[in-house]
């Protein structure tokens, strides 16, 4: 059986009042929890990505069309942190910004992964950070052994 929603779609409806209570929440609740996390943008069904004139390319669907009925023109290579910055409207990242209306539910995902992405980014820029002044601190103690006396330790 199905109800109709405050926007006139239909929602399923059951007489037992246990299973009410999901459905009372509507759409946005069945959608979020049908919405498992990105592992990366091109699981997105939005973001086409494809191949033309043996060139990488890729096109998001969220974008309204041109004023002439055209879609918008397609970004070439598939860079998958410029399809999160596009999707996200994340400024001074050399792509163009999304100007479609994104629901919610989206809006969160597409969210979520550039914040993983952002995490992960910073984690390994740590772990380079670590591995450099190590390295210099090998290269010093490297130097200082070979000859003591041309470069005394710093006091």
């Not at 410029?82 to 479609?100: D, F, M, N, Q, T």
Request: a negative charge.
């Amino acid at each position: 059986m199905y109800n109709n929603d405050e926007d006139g779609l239909e929602v399923p409806y059951s007489d037992n009042e246990e299973e009410q209570a999901p459905m009372a929440l509507g759409k946005t609740a069945v959608v979020a929890s049908a919405l498992p996390p990105l592992k990366n943008i091109w699981e997105c069904p939005q973001i086409l990505n494809f191949m033309q004139d043996n060139k990488k390319m890729w096109t998001c669907a969220w974008c309204p069309n041109e004023p002439d009925g055209t879609r918008p023109k397609p970004f070439l290579g598939w860079h998958g942190t410029k399809a999160v910055a596009h999707i996200c409207r994340i400024p001074h990242e050399s792509v163009r910004l999304c100007s479609g209306v994104i629901p919610p539910e989206y809006a969160s995902r597409y969210k979520d992964l550039y914040l993983r992405q952002v995490m992960q980014r910073d984690t390994r820029k740590g772990a380079v950070d670590q591995l450099d002044g190590a390295i210099v601190d090998l290269q010093d103690s490297a130097v200082s052994a070979i000859s003591p006396l041309a470069f005394p330790a710093p006091q």
